[in-house]
């Protein structure tokens, strides 16, 4: 049977990560370290209220969580920003969707730098936004000239920074962001992901100079939310105002919107990880460069690491040993690669002893 799914979309391939919960789980970059049983009690408090009304809508502004999300970046970026140039969806991937339908579509190009992270390629495929790629150097930096110089050519809608960068590490600095804002007609992403753990100076700082640029960041990683699929963005209350034109109507449910603001609300408690985390990273640093192998620097809670030649052959005998990683090495400038994220101790001291196996 032929379906009749649009012709842009045949032979693409899904998102889809492998997920082998009996497994060390070291693969989608999650933070290891789950909530408190005094967070988790605070979370059953609040769901249970929010319960009682759930015959109702939820707030389709979403304004408290927005709020106190706002509230979060003023205090980590020390940039005031109103509840109006704040923005919440489930997950940074919903938000990076709502970017492509607002300001992507037929016609318009997104523009990223590969190797970086394989979700935008396929948002801006499923909203039927062109994509360019662009190249990092061999060490996958991003440099100023290289970046300017993709924006003049291509004249993007969208064009996407990612920083930390994933799946390398990399940070861009800031001086490459104002440049592509300043080159460009079109709106300018900084996905920040990854950067309580970066802890470099946030694109948040460049949105008073730069009204058409976007901030993206996420529970899912530092916070230790994976789980809960709240990602935000900030930008100008415009940019806010174009999204609320494609979001559909309550898309963030009562009972995600309670979570998120409970997780907030623990916030000290939650990026109190990530110390340990980084700590766990270097440990990995360390512990794979005296393997021979290399490392690039990253400023991430992953790393990548090789080059091997035969990395699917790698990535399977991790995974006999009970330790899945992230095959990346079938994506653009990867080939050889290997992706793994900084786990608990005792995770990362497997993932070693297994890495070492094979050495
Ligand atoms: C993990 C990740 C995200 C986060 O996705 P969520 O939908 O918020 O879980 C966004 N961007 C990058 C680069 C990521 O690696």
Redesign the pocket.
Known sequence: MTLPVRDDLVGKKPYGAPQLPEAIQLN??ENPYPPSAALVADLARAVSEAGASLNRYPDREALGLRLDLAAYLTRVTGVALSVEQVWAAN????V?QQVCQAFGGPGRVALGFEP??S?HPLLAAGTNTGWVAEHRAADFTLSLEVAVAAVRRHQPAITFL?TP??PTGTVTALDVVTAVCEASTGVVVV?E??AEFGGTVSAVTLLDAHPRLLV?R????AFAG?GL???YLAASAEVVDALRLVRLPYHLSALTQTAARVALAHTDELLGTVEAVKAQRDRMVAGIGALGLTVVPTAANFLLFGPFEQPAQVWQQLLDRGVLVRDVSSGPGLAGWLRVNAGTEDETSAFLAALAELA
Do not use: F, I, P
């Open positions: 989608v970059n997950g940074s991937n919903e990076l970086s992270y979700m990612t960068n994933n996905d992901a990854y993206s996420t529970m899912s990683k994976a699929r709240l990602g």
